[in-house]
């Protein structure tokens, strides 16, 4: 793998989902020159989200984060490109909105930390892990016609 297929697991939450953000995260992604690489729409099930949050299991929030991931559909996504694990947290903005900048998705779209409409891998390993957790044998292999001109040397 080169690191033009670097990869993170982007997942717009319940809320981004019912306040229709889904076509406007996608954009931005798209926009920036990001490759999709899977998508689906899906009710994740409590046990899937304590495993996708396990290392915050012992924090306050936790029970009221599980219930607020699986109280409506998500749409969990594979994005791929150069540094795409920190770029995309950086297309996101902070876990808190209110830090968020304006131009960032959570300084955008939304205002309270429990509320932030999107998820996005916090390394690469994270990203290994949550992209093995969520999907099996679902990312599509292709070319895009983009990359000549998303890249000085395409891989
Ligand atoms: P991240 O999503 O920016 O990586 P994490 O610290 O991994 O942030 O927390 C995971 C999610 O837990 C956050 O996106 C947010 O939905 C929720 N969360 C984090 N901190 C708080 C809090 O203080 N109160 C309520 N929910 C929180
Ligand atoms: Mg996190």
């Not at 150069?82 to 955008?108: F, H, Q, Y």
């Amino acid at each position: 793998m080169s690191a033009q297929t670097e990869r993170t697991f982007i997942a717009i939450k319940p809320d981004g989902v019912q306040r229709g953000l889904v076509g406007e995260i996608i954009k931005r992604f798209e926009m920036k020159g990001f490759k999709m690489v899977a998508m689906k729409m899906l009710c994740a099930t409590k046990e899937h989200l304590e495993k996708h949050y396990e290392d915050l299991k012992k924090k306050p929030f936790f029970p009221s984060l599980i219930k607020y991931m699986s109280s409506g559909p998500v749409v969990a996504m594979v994005w791929e490109g150069l540094g795409v694990v920190k770029t995309g947290r950086v297309m996101l903005g902070e876990t808190n909105p209110a830090d968020s900048k304006p131009g960032t998705i959570r300084g955008d779209f939304c205002i309270d930390v429990g509320r932030n409409i999107v998820h996005g891998s916090d390394s690469v390993a994270s990203a290994n892990k949550e992209i093995a957790l969520w999907f099996k044998d679902e990312l599509v292999e292709y070319n895009s016609c983009a990359s000549a001109w998303l890249y000085e040397a395409p891989a």
